[in-house]
């Protein structure tokens, strides 16, 4: 089956009006069909020995995680919330990789501490020098150096290219706030390589940008981090890694096989070699379009424009309409009769910019079931409780079309 919202929906609307009915709504629910499909299609475009993991920050539940890892996927993390999530799915600490800008002191030193117990991440990315030096002070006092364990780092590279995605994702952009700077890359190298304290530099990090709509960019950072690792590595013998992030769109176009022979063509044309160990960390491409968030229809409206509905899901549950304008293919479950025209879709908490668009819809009456589509990616995992409102239940549509409940909904805690 396609990823095309529609066709799937046709398939799946049964399986929606059910979550509604036993779950109620806003209700997330993921098709791990789905995830099954995205993460194949991932593993022939980057086989082994290539190191699939899966960013949760796209979406931290536990139960996508452990079928993800089922699915040959490692894990990417950005905090110990989300370290802990894949520790729940089952992932020992070798197949987890802890990245991100908001790093503490505090996450640093649990990184150390693994590490000092022989339970060492897969490797930890380091965003600067004075990350580096907090992270060199902790294995310091834990007397990492005198032992034989080791903790892995990475460092992260501004590939300063300009990828092909709306301005609030070129995270690999020159002015962003993500990576260092060549030169001072290659300073922490050196810096590094002389002062030993049982951690490894392994190589370099990148993340050019996120649903990425061309390949050009994202292999250019790749190149420019593969490049820089070659021309570094007389320096020491543990330079041998280069993770290349994510990225990767949500829709089937450009596809992970697309990168690949992107990226292949232009270490072809500048004759590089890839490194020993080369890693991705895709979020959105895994989990996207798998997720669907169901609502009901609150208010109908006659405006002197168009028609209104208000529905019970809001910016809470979804924020990327109001974040950054994005638009959700949205299709009504029950309808009354009559033709569809273009309906304004309104949110249900109280900011005027929690609107999900313009879309054609059939009449709709108050109670009507919704669905917005292509909900796996940072909804739930960028839920609030904005207005008191309960966090949504999680539901897992499994591939014989059976449902079952991941997390029930939480109430808000006052
Ligand atoms: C460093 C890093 N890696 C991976 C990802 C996952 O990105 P995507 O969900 O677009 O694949 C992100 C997203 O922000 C990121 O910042």
Redesign the pocket.
Known sequence: MSSDPLEVLHFSAPALLEAAEQFGTPCYVTALAELDRRAAALRRAFPDPWIRQY?L??NPLPALVERLAKDGMGA?V?SAGEWAAAAQAGLPNRLISF???GKTDAELRAAVAAAAVGEPLRWV?VESGSEMRVLEEAARSARLGESEHFLDVLL?LNPAVTPETRSE?Q?GSKTSK?GMPEPELRELVQASVSRPSGLRVRGI???V????MGTQAWAEGALKACQLLAEMSHLSGDLDTV?V?????STESPSPTDFRESLDQHLDEAHVALPRWVAI????????SAGWLVTRVLHVRERPSLPQVVIDASMSELIRPALYGAIHPLFALTTAAGLPVATEVEGAVCESTDTFGIHDLPPLRRGDLLVLATTG??ASSMFSSYNGRPRPPEVLLQPDNTLTLARPRTPFAP
């Not at 940008?209 to 990425?212: A, D, E, R, V, Y």
């Not at 992030?245 to 769109?249: A, L, Q």
């Not at 960390?281 to 996207?288: D, F, K, Q, S």
């Open positions: 960013s920050k796209a990417n950005v990245e991100g800008i990315t992260r994702f995270v993500f990090h990148i993340h940008g996120s649903q990425l993770d992030g994510g990225g990767f769109p960390e895709p979020g959105r491409y895994l989990v996207a990616a940072y």
